[in-house]
């Protein structure tokens, strides 16, 4: 019989990073309406750390993804291409977005220090201007991460209540699968 959720690992990494990203996310909206204060400084300095950990537990999630197959679903082939797509976006933002924001730091002259203890070098030399552009582009990621998430929400939903398939349950344990509708 096969397998029909995800494994542990990688429901606990998905929802982990998932939580993280709409935390990082509120709080680049919130600190970037502050003006400079001893507060903002320390909501950057958690907006870093937060963007560090999705980061290496992105890492993990691709490194378990690409060891652990994907439990298999009956959902239609451009369905699995739609997703498919998804999920490689999504990668590529779970990586990217970090490490704009980390070549941002660096081109501003602010090295992320990981918890107040593991001081990360810069990978860029010290240049505003460059700095200010890698800002845009971090914002502009952040917008289509969004963009894609919100897609890849309402893709769950309309597969658990529209279609009424596994899709949602596979990544969602304590949802028990919704029964067909009848034709």
């Given at each position: 019989?096969?397998?029909?959720?995800?494994?542990?690992?990688?429901?606990?990494?998905?929802?982990?990073?998932?939580?993280?990203?709409?935390?990082?996310?509120?709080?680049?909206?919130?600190?970037?309406?502050?003006s400079f204060s001893p507060?903002?400084?320390?909501?950057?300095?958690?907006?870093?750390?937060?963007?560090?950990?999705?980061?290496?537990?992105?890492l993990l999630r691709l490194?378990?993804?690409?060891?652990?197959?994907?439990?298999?679903?009956?959902?239609?082939?451009?369905?699995?291409?739609?997703?498919?797509?998804?999920?490689?976006?999504?990668?590529?933002?779970?990586?990217?977005?970090?490490?704009?924001?980390?070549?941002?730091?660096?081109?501003?002259g602010f090295q992320t220090?990981?918890?107040?203890?593991?001081?990360?070098?810069?990978?860029?030399?010290?240049?505003?201007?460059?700095?200010?552009?890698?800002?845009?582009?971090?914002?502009?990621?952040?917008?289509?991460?969004?963009?894609?998430?919100?897609?890849?929400?309402?893709?769950?939903?309309?597969?658990?209540?529209?279609?009424?398939?596994?899709?949602?349950?596979?990544?969602?344990?304590?949802?028990?699968?919704?029964?067909?509708?009848?034709?």
């Open positions: 019989m096969p397998k029909t959720r995800y494994t542990y690992p990688a429901i606990s990494l998905h929802w982990l990073i998932a939580i993280l990203i709409l935390i990082a996310f509120s709080m680049g909206l919130i600190m970037s309406e502050r507060l903002k400084l320390q909501l950057i300095s958690w907006h870093k750390w937060m963007g560090v950990t999705v980061f290496g537990l992105a490194l378990w993804r690409l060891t652990h197959a994907a439990p298999p679903t009956d959902i239609a082939r451009w369905e699995k291409t739609l997703a498919y797509v998804v999920h490689v976006l999504l990668y590529f933002l779970l990586f990217a977005v970090p490490l704009t924001g980390w070549l941002m730091s660096s081109a501003k220090v990981y918890f107040g203890v593991l001081a990360i070098p810069n990978i860029i030399a010290k240049n505003p201007a460059l700095g200010e552009t890698l800002a845009q582009a971090h914002a502009l990621l952040n917008w289509i991460m969004a963009g894609i998430v919100v897609l890849h929400f309402l893709g769950a939903l309309k597969h658990h209540f529209l279609d009424r398939n596994d899709v949602l349950t596979r990544m969602l344990p304590i949802l028990k699968p919704l029964k067909k509708k009848s034709s």
